[in-house]
């Protein structure tokens, strides 16, 4: 027969038997390293597996950087012309010259001989301060492409 001790309450027992006036034996978990199921630390378990794991795992880190598709000249063409007759339409430069820039740019090295025909127009374009002149020069450039 197990030896009786005069501990208080098991742990890891939910009902607490011992507080109950009921004496625990010594060997009442000896050797487990697992406390019986339904106990209080058996259903902390899961919570606290869960808790951890959504730490390690965390929202999944940023999205993956967009890989821009490398545009066909005509693309860039049918954009330049898109622009261009913004720019004719309105003369308005700034922030809308940008694009015009960056197309032109992209054109030297999709198509070497439209970008030529269009050089000059775009140059003068990109370095005019009157909005009458940047709209002659989208013009004459929307025009040669």
């Not at 390293?33 to 019986?36: F, Q, Y």
């Given at each position: 027969?197990?030896?009786?001790s005069?501990?208080a309450?098991c742990f890891?027992?939910?009902?607490?038997s011992?507080?109950?006036?009921?004496s625990?034996p010594?060997t009442?978990?000896?050797g487990s390293?697992?406390?019986?199921p339904?106990?209080?630390?058996?259903?902390?378990?899961?919570?606290?597996?869960?808790?951890?794991?959504?730490a390690?795992?965390?929202?999944?880190?940023?999205?993956?950087?967009k890989?821009?598709?490398?545009?066909?000249a005509?693309?860039?063409?049918t954009?330049?012309?898109?622009?261009?007759?913004?720019?004719?339409?309105?003369g308005?430069?700034?922030?809308?010259?940008?694009?015009?820039?960056?197309?032109?740019?992209?054109?030297?090295t999709?198509?070497?001989a439209?970008?030529?025909?269009?050089?000059?127009?775009i140059?003068a374009?990109?370095k005019?301060?009157?909005?009458?002149?940047r709209k002659?020069h989208a013009?004459?450039?929307?025009?040669?492409?």
């Open positions: 027969m197990p030896r009786r005069s501990v309450a890891f027992c939910p009902d607490r011992a507080a109950a006036g009921v625990v010594d009442h978990h000896r390293l697992i406390p019986p339904g106990s209080v630390p058996m259903k902390r378990t899961p919570l606290f597996s869960l808790l951890l794991s959504a390690l795992v965390g929202c999944g880190g940023p999205p993956p950087d890989v821009e598709q490398p545009k066909s005509d693309q860039l063409v954009n330049l012309k898109n622009d261009l007759g913004a720019v004719a339409q309105s308005e430069g700034g922030s809308g010259l940008d694009s015009i820039r960056f197309a032109y740019n992209d054109l030297k999709k198509d070497a439209k970008a030529k025909a269009v050089e000059k127009d140059e374009l990109l005019t301060g009157k909005a009458e002149d002659k013009a004459a450039a929307a025009a040669a492409l």
